[in-house]
């Protein structure tokens, strides 16, 4: 299954528009923002990745196909040195682990939410506070960055089970956690252009630190 989560700047404006058009209508948008997997997060097993936009195409779905299947093949031819490489890796680690309570968790099924699958060209994730939950919506990217396609919402959890958000730069540029009521909590990392209404949404002990 092809996926491509797009990590190249797309207009925010449009995404935003775009995301709020799936909101159920008892719903009021607070804040959006464009994410990625935080540094060092984990890829969850197929079987947790959720298939997104099934059956939606975009102009250059085909070569960007044949990209992906490229990748995968060097991917594999490469493996080998790979291997090697982490087993004789001493370079010091950033301290901290990008994932606490496991996939199951609330904080385990919002991060498998970030690395959805799916055959469209890209995929951008747009993670939403509204005035009841927690969001993530996916939007079809096309080969130009600039050009988006449809929308879709995805995983959800009610507002009051989000406890905090921190920042976390001494991990890397623009990189977060998000806690839940649970304990468990995940690394994140906020697309440009960060989002200060989507930062100032988040429960205050959230940006203590």
């Known amino acids: 299954m092809m996926v491509n989560v797009s990590r190249r700047s797309v207009p925010f404006g ?46 250059g779905d085909r070569w960007e196909g044949a990209k992906s299947r490229a990748w995968g093949l060097l991917a594999v031819v490469d493996l080998p040195y790979a291997i090697f490489d982490r087993l004789f890796d001493c370079r010091p680690r950033k301290k901290g682990k990008p994932l606490s309570g496991g996939w199951n968790s609330l904080a385990g099924q919002f991060a498998a939410a970030l690395h959805p699958r799916s055959r469209t060209t890209g995929v ?72 200060t209404s989507f930062i100032r949404s988040f429960p205050d002990p959230g940006r203590s630190r």
């Open 14 to 59: 449009e995404a935003e528009s775009r995301g709020a058009q799936v909101l159920t209508a008892d719903e009021r948008l607070v804040a959006s923002q464009l994410m990625w997997p935080g540094q060092r997060m984990p890829k969850p097993s197929r079987r947790r990745r959720p298939q997104v936009l099934r059956g939606l195409r975009m102009p």
């Open 124 to 195: 951008v994730q747009l993670v939403q506070v509204t005035d009841r939950r927690l969001r993530i919506t996916y939007l079809q990217r096309g080969r130009r960055s600039n050009e988006l396609g449809a929308a879709e919402s995805g995983w959800s959890t009610d507002l009051h089970q989000v406890a905090w958000l921190r920042n976390r730069r001494d991990v890397g540029d623009d990189n977060y956690e998000i806690g839940f009521v649970d304990g468990s909590w995940a690394r994140v990392r906020l697309a440009p252009p960060r989002q």
